[in-house]
Each structure stands twice: as structure tokens, then as C-alpha cells.
């Protein structure tokens, strides 16, 4: 069983075995000496050994006797503790997978094999478990061996914007157990982490310099960029920036920019060219020092409205509003229609559209009793619609399969009947176009219908952005083709109809049966990870040692039996030194 020392300068106690040895060498041994009157006993008393005191080595159970009480002393003052054998020391470390992460993934993992290491050396048993902040379900490791949590480490990388750890450190304390510890491995002491969680902090202030924005645009018949470059340190900054493209680079130009401060760049995509990389000399956050982008040109929206339509000016402007949308004469050749309909008319309701329910009601009011949003669907989200105002007036009822976005006490106001969007009320008697959140829904609506309509397109997004294409089940597996400047280092995987971006700032194309779907440039958009003017350094590991003590280590249970034996030493020691002045 391993042993603990809680008090180690117990042990000083040895110490006094030094003067011990000395008194027993100077030590005088009592002589006997027969006279045969009394008179020659003052004469012999007044008579003085000149020379050395000091006496020869000899055997003394006293002396012997006093340094096993000694040692008994100092066994006590150290105050032993020693490991349960029997109890399994559970550790469960949750790496942070925020982007700042990914300029200390070297100093991370010293940090965990240090800690892995202390708990080895400190537990008879340890069994680890490491878990990522942004992934839900299985850790990266789980088992008992410090060399493959130490590989483990090598699957983490640390992409994601800022989010919360929160849900993933109670999964951790699942995994732990109650006496289980639980490790919070972060850059930045910016959560409030629950009781119980030890904080191990390995970032450290540094000056970054990177792409905070970047977009293309078309101006005058011709295709530009636009990127804003700010420096987070606390520094002045030199860089150089240049624009990379598969035909060549662009000549590097130095920059200066004062600590806090942003500069604008512009300019034009190269003849030819419909992708581009602005690139910054690289510093220790290398994930926004390089911005592609592509011409970005988005699926088309075919849009129609009857001419004689009571909405149809304010559903013109509404359309209008609407990147990517054009007008078409043909209801059949739209992709959607925004019309107004009576609730007791025939009409498709489920295909894709902007259905309006016409309303003969009088009286205008509130609503009363506010609404309620019971939904959590995706085009709900961080809407508000207080101070909605409509008419009374016969409504459709909706149905068992259709999705309620809002509801009024029993009246199901807006919601989605197959693909049709339906407002249920009167848009001309409703304040309904002065309420933000309607703009937001439709332009979400319109957003939903581009992704799902085939056809080739071309985003700039961010890394690791959720996508969606139409994918054809009957036409073989997808693929996404990533790069980084030339094409001679391409990943590829195989993807489903919704899939992510890369995690790395790099251009990707998805291809399906020889057809190209999709031309995209991601890149590393959140500025709040870019900014390391708040990131520290932190763990105490003796701390740490002393709590894994407390927690898996017992007091010594024979501690009342030793101090017996040293009182029990003690007066033989005493009786062995009477025994020999004797």
C-alpha cells in the first residue's frame, strides 16, 4: 500500500539522534574501586583523568532503547496515511474546445501529463476520462493507462466559438462519480464553474494580430473584397499581409496598427480569379491569420404574386427585401408564392409559400393574454412578438400535422403546414409589417428554401458552420473536398444532405456524381476568441495532492498502538539507564 506523510517535517525529529550519539561517546562509565579505609577516598576523588573524555564505542540497551523511541517519535509527527488499494481514483478532465485553445495545445498537454502523472504516482488505481466542452456523447479516452490519455489528447482540437461548458461538466461529474475529481481545462477564468471542479488554467497574454471580418462584394460590373484586420494585444503591431490565389500571391505589404485598433482592407479579385486568400505573417494564434473567400453567388428564388392580390405592394417590397429572389408571371415557374387566401377557399396550403388567411372580422385589439411561442423550431428562435396587433374574424383551424410556431390562448396564429408558411390573420389590419420578428421569420423562411433548392452555389462561411444541400439518395455518396492554397494537399470525406464546413480556415468544394454542388471558403469568424489580453496561467498542484490525500488516503489506523509502544520504550530506556549507573 502506498503511504502518505501529511506532516513530512515530522521526520526532523531524527535530528535529535545526533546529540544522542555524542552524549553516549562522552558518556562516563561509573568505575568500582575497593578500599581498604576511608581515609584514601578523598585523596582518589581529588585525582583528574588528564587527556581525551572521550570513551570507546561500547554496547548500551539505553542507547538503543532512546533511538527506537526516537524513530516511534518521529513516525508519529509525520503523521502517516496510506491509500486505500481497494478504492478506484476517478478523474474526468473536460477540455475547453474554444478557438483560444488552439495557441496552448502544446502547454495543454504537458499540464495533463503532469496531472496524470501526480495521480499515478499518488493513487494505487486511477482510471481517466477526457471529454471536449463543444461534443456530446463519447469521451476521447476512457481507461486507465496515462499514455493513452495522453494520445487521446491528440483527437482535441480546439475549433468552436465562445459557448457554454456548463451541461458538459455535469456529464463529467457523471462520468467521476460523487468522490470522482472533476478538471476544468481552459485558457481564461471566464466560467463560473460548479462546486467540486478544479480549475487548471494554461493560457497566457500574448499579442495577436488577425482577419476580424472579411467579405466580397460586386461593384461596377466587378467582383471585390473587403477585410478588416485588428490588433488585440496591448502592442503596437507591425504585420504583412498579401493575397494568395491559385494563379499566384500578390507582392506582401507591412501594415502597422496601434493595440486596439482595426484597419480596413480592399481590393480586387485578381482577373480571372473567383477565389482568394488574405494572409497575414503568422503569430501564435495562426487560426485568423488567413481568410479565404470565394465570389460568392447564392441560389435564386423564383417568386411569384397574383397581380390582383390585396398584399401584393407590400408582398413586392417584402420579396424585395430578399437577397437572392426574382419575380416570375408563372405560378408554376416559382419556388414559392406569397398570396392571401379566405379560410373557407380550396387551396394548396402545402406547398412552399407565403400563405396569408383573409379575415372579415371588426374591432381591432391587443392580444389578449400576450402569446405563447411552444415551438422550438429553428425559425422561432430569439423572436418576440409582444405588441402584435390583428382582427377578430374566422381563422383556419390548424391541423394535426402542422407545426405551431404561435399561438393566442386557442388560435393558432402563425404556423408551417408542409412547406407553406401560414399567417393566420389579416396582414392589412395588423401591425404585423412593423414587428421585426415577422422580417426575420420570412427571411428565414426564404433562407430554408435556397438551401433546400438544387443547384450549384457559392458561401463564404464560418469553420464549422452547419450546411445543408439537397443531396440525391439515388445518385451515390457525396463528397467534401477541402484545401489550403494548391491543391496538392486535399482532405476528402464523404457527408450527408446536412454537414458541417471544415474546422481549419480553408476553401472546400462538395462534388456528388462527378457534379459540383457547392464552392465554399471558411474561415475562423468569432473575435472573441482572438483576444488573449484575459488569458492566465493557473493550478496549484500541491493543493491538488493534498485534496487527493484527503479524499483516497486513511489515517494511520494503528497510530494509538505506536504511541504505546513509544511510551513502553521509553520506560525501558529509562530502566536500562538506571540498571546501567549501577
Request: hydrophobic residues 45%.
Amino acid at each position: 500500500m502506498n503511504v502518505y506523510f501529511a506532516n513530512p517535517l515530522g521526520w526532523t525529529a531524527l535530528l535529535a539522534a545526533l546529540p544522542l550519539v555524542y552524549l553516549h561517546f562522552f558518556r562516563r562509565q561509573t568505575r568500582k574501586r575497593v578500599v581498604n579505609t576511608l581515609f584514601l577516598v578523598d585523596k582518589a576523588s581529588q585525582n583528574r583523568e588528564a587527556g581525551n573524555l572521550r570513551e570507546r564505542w561500547r554496547q548500551s540497551a539505553s542507547f538503543w532503547l532512546q533511538l527506537l523511541a526516537l524513530a516511534l517519535l518521529a513516525w508519529l509527527l509525520s503523521e502517516p496515511r496510506w491509500a486505500n488499494s481497494h478504492k478506484l481514483g476517478k478523474v474526468a478532465i473536460v477540455l475547453d474546445s474554444s478557438a483560444s485553445l488552439s495557441a496552448f495545445e502544446t502547454k495543454a498537454a504537458e499540464q495533463v501529463a503532469k496531472l496524470g502523472e501526480l495521480m499515478e504516482r499518488r493513487l494505487p488505481q486511477v482510471e481517466f476520462t477526457l471529454l471536449e466542452s463543444g461534443q456530446r456523447g463519447a469521451a476521447l479516452y476512457r481507461g486507465r493507462k496515462l499514455a493513452d490519455l495522453i494520445d487521446g489528447m491528440a483527437s482535441w482540437k480546439p475549433r468552436m466559438g465562445s459557448h457554454s461548458a456548463l451541461q458538459r461538466l455535469k456529464d463529467a461529474r457523471e462520468w467521476a462519480g460523487r468522490d470522482g475529481v472533476v478538471v476544468w481545462l481552459s485558457d481564461q477564468d471566464n466560467l463560473d464553474t460548479p462546486a467540486g471542479v478544479e480549475s487548471l488554467l494554461v493560457g497566457e497574454s500574448i499579442e495577436n494580430v488577425g482577419v476580424a471580418g472579411a467579405r466580397s462584394f460586386r461593384s461596377d460590373g466587378a467582383d471585390g473584397w473587403r477585410a478588416i484586420v485588428t490588433n488585440y494585444g496591448r502592442e503596437t503591431a507591425r504585420r504583412e499581409w498579401w493575397l494568395e490565389f491559385e494563379g499566384g500571391k500578390s507582392p506582401s505589404k507591412l501594415i502597422e496598427i496601434e493595440a486596439g485598433k482595426s484597419l480596413a482592407l480592399e481590393g480586387r479579385f485578381p482577373e480571372g480569379e473567383t477565389a482568394v486568400s488574405i494572409a497575414l505573417s503568422a503569430d501564435a494564434f495562426v487560426l485568423d491569420d488567413y481568410a479565404p473567400l470565394v465570389v460568392e453567388r447564392g441560389k435564386v428564388l423564383s417568386v411569384w404574386i397574383p397581380s390582383g392580390d390585396p398584399n401584393a405592394g407590400l408582398f413586392h417590397r417584402l420579396a424585395e427585401s430578399m437577397s437572392g429572389s426574382r419575380f416570375v408571371e408563372k405560378a408554376e415557374e416559382a419556388d414559392l408564392k406569397l398570396l392571401t387566401v379566405l379560410p373557407d377557399a380550396a387551396w394548396d396550403g402545402t406547398g412552399p409559400g407565403i400563405y396569408f388567411v383573409a379575415s372579415d372580422g371588426e374591432n381591432s385589439r391587443p392580444l389578449a393574454g400576450g402569446v405563447n411561442v411552444p415551438s422550438n423550431h429553428e425559425y422561432n428562435t430569439s423572436l418576440s412578438w409582444e405588441g402584435l396587433y390583428l382582427r377578430d374574424g374566422r381563422r383556419l383551424e390548424a391541423a394535426a400535422n402542422d407545426l405551431v410556431l404561435l399561438w393566442q390562448d386557442a388560435e393558432a396564429l402563425i404556423f408551417l403546414r408542409g412547406e407553406a408558411l401560414v399567417f393566420n390573420f389579416e396582414l392589412r389590419e395588423s401591425n404585423l409589417d412593423r414587428i421585426p420578428a415577422f422580417v426575420l421569420l420570412v427571411g428565414r423562411y426564404f433562407d430554408a428554401l435556397r438551401e433546400r433548392k438544387p443547384g450549384f452555389a457559392s458561401v463564404n462561411c464560418d469553420i464549422g458552420q452547419s450546411l445543408v444541400l439537397p443531396l440525391s439518395q439515388d445518385r451515390g455518396t457525396a463528397q467534401l473536398l477541402a484545401w489550403r492554397g494548391d491543391k496538392t494537399d486535399t482532405d476528402v470525406m464523404s457527408i450527408g444532405p446536412r454537414f458541417e464546413a471544415p474546422s481549419e480556415p480553408a476553401f472546400f468544394r462538395v462534388e456528388q456524381a462527378g457534379e459540383s454542388l457547392m464552392l465554399g471558403a471558411a474561415r475562423f469568424a468569432d473575435v472573441r476568441e482572438s483576444n488573449f489580453q484575459r488569458a492566465s496561467s493557473r493550478f496549484d498542484f500541491e493543493a491538488f495532492d493534498a485534496s487527493l490525500v484527503e479524499s483516497y488516503y486513511d489515517a494511520d489506523f494503528h497510530s494509538s498502538f505506536w504511541l504505546l509502544c513509544l511510551g513502553g520504550v521509553m520506560l525501558a530506556a529509562w530502566a536500562a539507564c538506571y540498571r546501567e549507573n549501577l
